[in-house]
């Protein structure tokens, strides 16, 4: 038996709004955001279609978490806090009300979690597969923001976490066959990424150049560098990849080009080394130096000899 | 041959941010929205699917029109002017890429139209029909947003345009058979709604409750009495339905209870009735009281002879 719309609304959406006076408890044709006056609002918008950005026997909750953190992920790339969201979800008749609870309980675990509330909405019927956008609304302090653009030459590059986990957790969620005590942390981090906010909030005061690793290091670092007029050489030595990961063939493509791991990728000048290393202790998170900003275009690897890599592929293409 | 992801997004989209500072060109992970120190936002959101809230062979352009209308029309409804908006297209692999250029051509004669530009969005890959949501951001002065709640008994009750039309243009782009010079306006009205947007604002000094008619007169009234506290009795004889709208039966279910019309329903005392009507000449729109707000709860209709009159059905329900 599924709930009527307006009661799916009542009891399933408006329990997450209710924190957001902005909602106006989901019963009005819009919300209200007030935003502070030194502040700017940043807005992003992602899309996830189940069985294409998410397997369609994952659990529901972990599906609703990964859409709500990786627009989180984008907030964290521009240095801004979260403040709150509105999410239209795609529902096929045949979609069982349970699961799009449990889909509703992994929004509030999150937004709690990540201090923000669902602000509004849409729900409506779709003969294709479950399929949910997700606008997510931060704020940050005005002319704070960060940007893709602002690398200079001579900058460090860094990289927050690991690399190539959630590529390889996919794989192992494909059939990859990977020693038990092994699978698990790969396929958390593939369906249950860590967005990094207060390391976006921290450099503010620290990075020229942000972006964060959506669709593989190579692939978003070309962004950076096109963003900023500049090149870029990365050690492929240098590249933080978990011991479990350097196990498992193709490991090397997985952390250069594998997507998923919403990692943050910064340029920053060389002054602040140690202002870098003080703020990996205080989060409690790796930053790793994997290369250099350099004039000129592209992107180089150098292999643990020193020698160029090409590798077979740069990312992952949407369409 | 389809562009690949970011040849789209370089040679569509980013067109359609050219005029919004905030958008960084569509290059950053987020888009910056500076809001006025004396006003607040106002976000909604709206999905549309092909096929469910529009016919597989509607013209692409009007499409993407009607998505963008249908938001601007719940600004409208809190008495809010645009901003910007973000979009999330789902594209079906199969779908060519001159149906996409026609849907963006239509987002840039709209926005031109309407005064705003596109901040960001997302496209993926779906194995479903094409399907896209939009997130409109618009403004309002601060506290003067126009809500759902807020009629009070003996308050007029007002609707703009007409209502039906849009209901009676589905069932003839169905198949309905009706004389051909009558068919045209009510396809139009299905496919391009009006949103009212210059009503809105100027409803700010006039109404105390309003909404936007999106699911059928009768159950957008049944929201605005639910949230006011109120209960409300409307004529028959007194809604504004076109000429030739009466001679296609079904037209009384299509007038009190047929979609997608975006007319605005709102409740304002009898002492503004002159204001109104100097507004509806100014805007050169059809304004018309039909009916009153009550105590107590639901919405009763009287026929042209004063009896009540039970609708066989009360509105468009989305699941």
Chains 1, 2 share one sequence.
């Not at 924190?19 to 918008?45: F, N, Q, S």
């Not at 690398?151 to 996919?170: C, E, H, I």
């Not at 500049?230 to 590249?239: D, H, K, T, W, Y």
Request: hydrophobic share 45%; with cysteine; net charge negative.
């Amino acid at each position: 038996m599924s709930r009527d719309e307006f009661t799916f609304i009542a009891e399933v959406l408006a329990p997450l709004a209710a924190g957001m006076p902005g909602a106006l408890g989901l019963a009005d044709d819009a919300a209200l955001v007030a935003c502070p006056p030194d502040r700017e609002l940043v807005v992003t918008k992602d899309a996830l279609v189940l069985g294409v950005h998410a397997l369609p026997d994952d659990p529901p909750d972990l599906v609703a978490r990964k859409l709500l953190r990786v627009n989180l992920s984008d907030l964290a790339a521009m240095g801004a806090e979260p403040l709150g969201y509105l999410t239209a979800l795609l529902r096929p008749r045949e979609l069982e009300d349970a699961w799009l609870e449990a889909f509703a309980a992994g929004l509030a675990e999150d937004q709690q979690r990540f201090g923000l509330g669902l602000l509004g909405g849409d729900t409506v019927a779709t003969p294709g597969p479950f399929a949910a956008t997700l606008t997510a609304i931060g704020t940050v302090p005005r002319g704070r923001v960060l940007r893709r653009r602002g690398a200079r030459p001579g900058d460090d590059l860094w990289v927050s976490g690991t690399l190539g986990d959630a590529a390889l957790g996919l794989r192992i969620l494909r059939g990859l066959a990977v020693p038990d005590e092994d699978a698990g942390p790969f396929v958390q981090r593939y369906r249950l990424p860590e967005p990094r906010l207060a390391l976006g909030v921290a450099l503010r005061d620290l990075a020229r150049a942000v972006v964060d690793v959506s669709d593989g290091l190579l692939q978003d670092l070309d962004h950076l560098c096109r963003a900023s007029g500049v090149g870029a050489r990365i050690e492929l030595a240098r590249l933080p990849v978990r011991a479990a990961a350097r196990a498992i063939p193709g490991w090397r493509e997985a952390a250069l080009a594998g997507g998923d791991d919403y990692e943050l990728l910064f340029a920053a000048p060389p002054e602040v080394r140690g202002r870098i290393a003080e703020l990996s202790a205080r989060l409690g998170l790796p930053l790793t130096r994997i290369g250099t900003v350099v004039t000129g275009s592209g992107v180089e690897v150098r292999d643990e000899a020193g020698r160029p890599v090409t590798p077979a592929t740069t990312g992952f293409r949407h369409f």
